[in-house]
């Protein structure tokens, strides 16, 4: 699939083809581009889950690991640049940052997974619920919804924090409170569409029970696009914890966080390893959700229109 | 049409209720101890302070008259006094909620300027490098952590290549307009003053720029996909049928298609962009709600930051409530949908 | 006639190609015809015949991915074979204009109804502003639409089916081109909408010296409008001719067996013609002449060597056994065992009993204080079904059949009346009763595509009614597979998925599906229109075979009162949730007595004239949300007197027929 006349071409310096790279010069970005972008779409997946696998084996074992203790502070060391003892540099405690990097993870994915792990279940079944039974129920349902969905989430997660104290566990509670309503919402709007197909309707005359409808057969139809969101909505979430962490309102130092750890370098900015590794964790990881969220809805495209 | 405005405008009241009953339920059970939490840890240990309070939010009544009297001074304007600033809330909030206005509207509109046209790019060329490098650049970008990103703009454009001014709405020596609007651009133009609107401009620029790029990924993909689900309408065929040019095609029939859900999503965005305000302001010491509302977590200060809240989504739900009268001017199907309901 | 003229249009040896999964296959391969002005050109085809993409690369509006790869097009002369893009826009429109399929995806919905239809005036710099607003409205009055400025001024959802298919005519006549291409002109129309536009068509034909090329499935429609006939399969064209000569003696296998897979007057008591099998896929083209596998007639040359267009009878057609000799006419096997079924169904205890039937449907999006309206989709319904009868439903869109369908099946609540079946008054069953008295009752529905759980297997979609009523497992699986079998398909579908399969197949499975249990009544809305012409025969014949065996009751529900009268026994004609005229069947298609069941038999072109006078409605079917005061059908009726519009006409009885009208249709 190597695009002909950009290579092997006509007129290399060769005469038969060869590369040198000179007379390709102008060429050559947009060739990189194009594999670049080729690349992009062949492994989408592949890149997606393999961050995510990473990062999940490294947080889950890292207690294991060969790595300098992330609380330890060694003034003599302090802000060095990264070098073979410590890959990432240290921080103005002298802490290693690349284990600080690591077990930053731990505060805002596990709070942010429990976020995401209490809502989607929640909200599905709520959503599916009021979907399926319409009527009055439904109406009062949705403008419940309504008005948790108005309000935004970081700022109720630092009332909260004002109120009881800034810490995760804090943030936690505040963000599960307003997270489950938008997946009332989606749920809701696609066991609408679905209850009235042919399908629902032949099963239904087949004799099954309303609650084996919604279950058997709505709900594996609508699961696949919810789980999609719910995939981006981890991601939403860690990047919402680092705010919060950022904002002084979560997890409190000397825990490592994210978020923390970039606003301790917003004041080291000449050194400049101790925001920028905390920031490409966060980035890697919700940029793994994302992707992986895509990829996952582009592949289930035929099983959810029953359509090539 | 005026229905529909009318519907929509009636389904926002029991909505505005419903937030009245969340904030007050947060207001009272969240802290520990709801009056410290109100009039700050210093007032409290003051009983005749802490009688008036009582009276004036009614809180030795039943918790039904406590509702009603809180609605009562919410209709009023009357959100509780900061501890920090002990001015009331609200004029705590006109006062610095024009800052954000402007960084956000700013924000969105640069958004738009640059989503819409890559978007439509971006379809056109499905599969093509264009399109896969825009997916990746949008996926990156609405992955970006913003305060991460403003730390890194701001390293990058103004302390090793000093492009953008620092901190701050005006610079050192410039004395903001008159105020009409709070806006600063908005009030220099009206008063005339080039300088000032320059400076204030200057300024604007990197924390909009900043504030924009999440919106900017998401804008460019709901572009990209309101094209793609145009792209193969048939009305389209029909035009080229009656002898239209592809460019006709494209940008007087498909474009206005495709981009009406993009004023869904940016009605959506807004209340996200203000949420992001809260860090990009934070960052660049813009006076605006932002700054307010984090100053006034550091601080404990509860009725603020309950009014920020409260304020967010008011403008929340105006923003949605434009935003859908917006799309029943541009989609007429909107406009006299009545649906059959099946049972 | 007029002398031979000059073609308009001449297209020879056209290829066309089609790039799917990163394979090029050739989706037309060597078409040729012509186009005369004055000329109707009628090219017919199934699903994968080509017929769309040979005129769609005429004008050089190919889909992505499908390109011209050879061939020669010529337009007044002008080879525009490879003419650059700015040339054939100013074609497109002026001299060439298109009329598309589905009105309701063909119109910009966000731009008024005027501005669409003078659009190709301001394209072609033939008028500007005020002039090509007059023109636009001119236009539409020209076409039959009322209130022309107004109209104008409206959005496509705010108009009917027909109204917007009107639009599109004058969008396309507007510039007045010399050459016009409708591409299914009348698919997706109720039945008399589609008698008024093809009135509208053939007096544009007559009035004017257009050139039209008709793009159709339907031989009926050819059969009224097209001069010149072309039949398409697998890519190419097969037969060539005069319309009238060609239908009535066809030299084809493939169009003889069209013509015999429609139901006909002629044909109506007996079997239709089925072809086997499928219209090939491109990816699966026989080798030879692609009809080999399904043609009666093939011999050893037909599966190796493929043939040309060449003279038979006193025009062409591809085939080695007629190109021959002639071919004869198809025998059509009466079988005259629903004939003889009928007089002892009639004695039978009804299976099913309806009442008094009335549905309406809440409309919301008002205000609430507004006026609260309401969709009157049934009104006072009643019937009844002998045992082993087949009822036909016949109705326009919003005459409340689907919803017939619904409450019968109990998917949804009457709001008043009874349905009584097999004894007991359904309407008042809950709960356990109510998934009892299923097993005997299942539906079939329209769309393929939309009845099969598109995560569920094929073998647990079909065995699903068993497992629900708790049948074991392995004796759902052998009753799965025998239902599979009652239906032509094997067991090895059970383990696929509905994506994986065709049409034709799906409706097969849904058919296996409403069988898997004891089931008595059959309630069939629709069950062939979403299918090609080919495979439609196969599914009635099937439908009918499997009512002789196994005893079935059958409710038929369909907008073709052809094919309705081919599969009932007795025929109940509906109108905005009220029953109009029911009686036998036969007795229904011969002597009607209502004007609508009139209208509604002379609209269907038949192939073969049946001599009936035609009378074409006028105007829309009213919107069921506010019927008409009286008889509900009077703003349409022919016939309509005073008395109509305040008395609302009772349902009279005469011996096994009843209808409602003031004024019927005596008897002869």
Redesign the interface.
């Known amino acids: 699939m190597i695009d002909a006349d950009g290579l092997n071409g006509t007129g290399g310096l060769n005469g038969t083809g060869g590369r040198g790279l000179g007379l390709w010069q102008p060429r050559v970005i947009p060739y990189v581009m194009r594999q670049l972008g080729r690349a992009l779409g062949d492994y989408e997946r592949g890149i997606s889950f393999g961050i995510i696998g990473i990062w999940a084996i490294l947080l889950v074992i890292i207690p294991l690991l060969p790595l300098a203790n992330p609380l330890h502070q060694n003034v003599n060391i302090a802000l060095q640049s990264p070098s073979l003892a410590h890959l990432f540099g240290t921080d103005e405690l002298g802490r290693d940052m690349l284990s600080r990097t690591i077990w930053g993870g731990r505060q805002s994915v596990p709070a942010a997974l429990v976020v995401v792990c209490i809502g989607f279940p929640l909200g599905t079944v709520i959503g599916a619920f009021a979907g399926y039974v319409g009527g009055a129920v439904e109406e009062v349902i949705m403008r419940i919804t309504d008005m948790f969905l108005a309000f935004p989430v970081l700022v109720l997660a630092m009332a909260v924090s004002a109120a009881l104290g800034p810490s995760l566990y804090h943030g936690v509670i505040a963000l599960t409170i307003v997270w489950w309503p938008s997946y009332v919402r989606v749920t809701r709007g696609m066991v609408l569409e679905l209850k009235n197909r042919d399908f629902v309707l032949i099963s239904r005359a087949a004799g099954r029970r309303p609650l084996g409808i919604l279950s058997r057969v709505i709900m594996p139809n609508v699961l696949p696009s919810v789980l999609v969101m719910a995939a981006i909505d981890i991601g939403r979430a860690i990047l919402l914890f680092s705010m919060l962490s950022f904002l002084g309102l979560g997890a409190v130092p000397p825990t490592p966080e994210w978020g923390s750890m970039v606003s301790e370098g917003s004041m080291y900015m000449d050194q400049w390893w101790i925001a920028t590794f905390p920031g490409l964790a966060i980035l890697s990881l919700v940029f793994a959700f994302n992707l992986a969220g895509d990829s996952i809805r582009d592949a289930l495209d035929p099983w959810v229109t029953g359509r090539r | 049409m005026s229905r529909y405005i009318i519907r929509r405008v009636l389904l926002m009241i029991p909505i505005l209720f419903g937030m009245s009953i969340i904030a007050f339920v947060v207001s009272r059970a969240i802290p520990v101890n709801p009056i410290e939490a109100a009039i700050g840890q210093q007032a409290s240990d003051h009983p005749a302070i802490v009688a008036a309070y009582t009276k004036e939010w009614g809180l030795n009544k039943p918790l039904v008259v406590q509702y009603l009297t809180y609605m009562w001074n919410l209709l009023h304007g009357n959100l509780g006094i900061s501890i920090y600033t002990q001015r009331p809330v609200l004029t705590d909030l006109k006062t610095f909620m024009p800052a954000t206005i402007e960084l956000a509207t700013g924000a969105i509109l640069i958004s738009l300027l640059v989503s819409v046209p890559l978007g439509v790019l971006a379809a056109m060329r499905r599969g093509g490098w264009i399109d896969r490098i825009v997916r990746l650049v949008t996926l990156i970008g609405v992955a970006m952590p913003l305060f991460w990103l403003a730390l890194l703009l701001i390293t990058l454009f103004y302390v090793h290549w000093p492009i953008f001014p620092g901190p701050g709405r005006l610079g050192p020596t410039t004395i903001p307009p008159p105020r009409v609007t709070g806006l600063y651009t908005i009030d220099s133009i009206l008063s005339g003053q080039w300088g000032t609107l320059w400076d204030a401009l200057y300024h604007l620029a990197l924390p909009c720029l900043c504030l924009s790029t999440w919106s900017m990924g998401l804008l460019t993909r709901i572009t990209r996909a309101g094209m793609l689900s145009v792209l193969p309408q048939g009305y389209l065929q029909v035009a080229r049928s009656k002898g239209a040019s592809e460019r006709h095609v494209i940008w007087r029939h498909a474009w206005r298609n495709a981009t009406i859900p993009v004023i869904t999503v940016a009605g959506l965005a807004y209340g996200d962009l203000l949420t992001g305000a809260i860090l990009i302001e934070t960052i660049f010491s813009w006076d605006g709600i932002g700054s307010y509302a984090y100053q006034s977590s550091i601080n404990a200060d509860f009725p603020a930051i309950m009014g920020v809240a409260l304020l967010f989504g008011v403008i929340y739900l105006v923003v949605n409530l434009v935003v859908d009268i917006l799309y029943a001017f541009v989609d007429p199907r909107v406009r006299s949908a009545m649906t059959v309901k099946q049972q | 006639m007029s002398e031979p003229s000059k073609p308009l249009l001449q297209v020879e040896g056209l290829h066309v190609t089609v790039v799917s999964d990163g394979v090029t296959r050739e989706a037309v391969r060597g078409v040729s015809f012509e186009v005369a002005a004055g000329e109707v050109l009628g090219i017919v085809g199934e699903s994968g015949s080509g017929k769309s993409l040979t005129v769609s690369a005429v004008?050089g509006?190919l889909p992505a991915r499908t390109r011209r790869t050879g061939g020669v097009i010529r337009f007044k002369g002008e080879d525009i074979t490879t003419a650059s893009?700015r040339r054939l826009?100013?074609?497109?429109?002026?001299q060439i204009?298109?009329v598309?399929q589905?009105s309701l995806?063909?119109?910009?919905?966000?731009?008024r109804i005027g501005e669409q239809v003078r659009?190709?005036l301001l394209?072609?710099d033939l008028a500007s502003g005020r002039a090509a607003t007059d023109a636009a409205e001119a236009a539409l009055r020209s076409m039959g639409i009322p209130d022309p400025h107004g109209a104008a001024r409206r959005?496509p959802?705010?108009f009917s089916g027909g109204m917007r298919q009107r639009a599109?005519i004058a969008?396309a006549l507007i510039a007045s081109p010399e050459l016009i291409i409708a591409d299914e002109p009348t698919t997706a129309l109720d039945v008399t909408v589609q008698a008024q536009i093809l009135d509208l068509w053939r007096r544009l034909v007559r009035e004017s010296n257009l050139a039209l090329i008709l793009i159709s499935h339907d031989l009926g429609v050819m059969s009224d409008l097209a001069t010149t006939l072309a039949v398409m399969y697998a890519g190419r064209i097969v037969e060539l001719g005069p319309t009238r000569e060609l239908l009535a003696r066809p030299q084809h296998p493939y169009t003889r067996a069209l013509l015999g897979s429609m139901p006909t007057a002629a044909a109506s008591r007996g079997e239709l013609v089925a072809i086997s099998g499928e219209p090939p896929a491109l990816e699966a083209r026989p080798p030879g002449c692609p009809f080999h596998p399904r043609c009666s007639v093939a011999e050893d040359r037909c599966r190796v060597e493929e043939p040309d267009l060449a003279p038979v009878s006193s025009w062409t057609s591809a085939c080695w056994v007629a190109q021959r000799a002639p071919l004869p006419r198809l025998r059509v096997s009466g079988d005259g065992a629903l004939a003889e079924l009928t007089p002892a169904l009639e004695r039978g205890e009804p299976l099913l009993r309806v009442e008094g039937v009335t549905k309406h449907?809440?409309?919301?999006?008002?205000?609430?204080w507004?006026p609260r309206?309401e969709?009157h989709a049934l009104d006072g319904v009643s019937l009844e079904v002998r045992k082993g009868a087949t009822l036909g439903v016949v109705g326009e869109s919003g005459c409340g059949k689907s919803t017939l369908a619904?409450c019968i099946?109990r998917?949804?609540?009457v709001a008043a009346g009874s349905i009584v079946f097999r004894g007991t008054d359904i309407t008042k069953l809950r709960g356990e009763p109510l998934?009892?008295m299923?097993?005997y009752?299942?539906?079939i529905?329209?769309?393929p595509?939309?009845?099969?759980?598109?995560?569920?297997r094929i073998g647990e979609?079909v065995a699903?009614?068993l497992l629900?009523?708790g049948v074991p497992k392995r004796e759902a699986i052998r009753r799965v597979d025998e239902v599979l079998e009652y239906v032509a398909l094997g067991s090895h579908y059970r383990s696929r998925y509905?994506?994986n399969l065709s049409g034709g197949e799906r409706q097969r499975v849904?058919i296996a599906?409403a069988l898997v249990l004891d089931t008595e009544l059959l309630v069939a809305d629709e069950p062939i229109s979403a299918l090609d012409v080919s495979i439609q025969a196969q599914i009635l014949n099937l439908i009918k075979d499997l009512q002789r065996r196994l005893g079935l009751t059958i409710i038929f529900i369909s907008h073709d009162l052809r094919i309705v009268e081919h599969m009932s026994t007795r025929i109940l004609i509906l109108s905005l949730g009220k029953v109009v005229e029911v009686g036998p069947a036969h007795e229904i298609a011969e002597r009607p007595r209502h004007p609508y069941t009139q209208a509604l038999l002379s609209a269907v072109p038949f192939v073969e004239a049946s001599g009936k006078a035609r009378i074409v409605l006028a105007g829309d079917p009213p919107s069921p949300i506010d019927p008409p005061s009286g008889c509900r059908f009077r703003t349409r009726c022919p016939r309509a007197q005073a008395l109509c519009a305040e008395v609302e006409p009772a349902l009279e009885n005469a011996a096994d027929r009843s209808w409602a009208c003031h004024f019927p249709i005596e008897e002869p």
């Not at chain 3, 995806?105 to 731009?111: A, D, Y």
């Not at chain 3, 449907?361 to 609430?368: A, D, R, T």
């Not at chain 3, 595509?449 to 598109?454: A, H, I």
């Open positions: 004008t509006l893009r826009t100013k074609i497109r429109g002026r204009a298109m598309f589905d995806t063909s119109l910009n919905p966000v731009k659009e190709p394209l072609h959005y959802h705010e599109m969008t449907y809440p409309v919301v999006g008002g205000v609430p507004g309206r969709v619904r099946l998917l949804t609540e998934r009892r299923r097993q009752m299942q539906p529905f329209q769309d595509y939309s009845s099969l759980n598109p995560r569920t979609s699903e009614a629900v009523h509905p994506h849904g599906r």
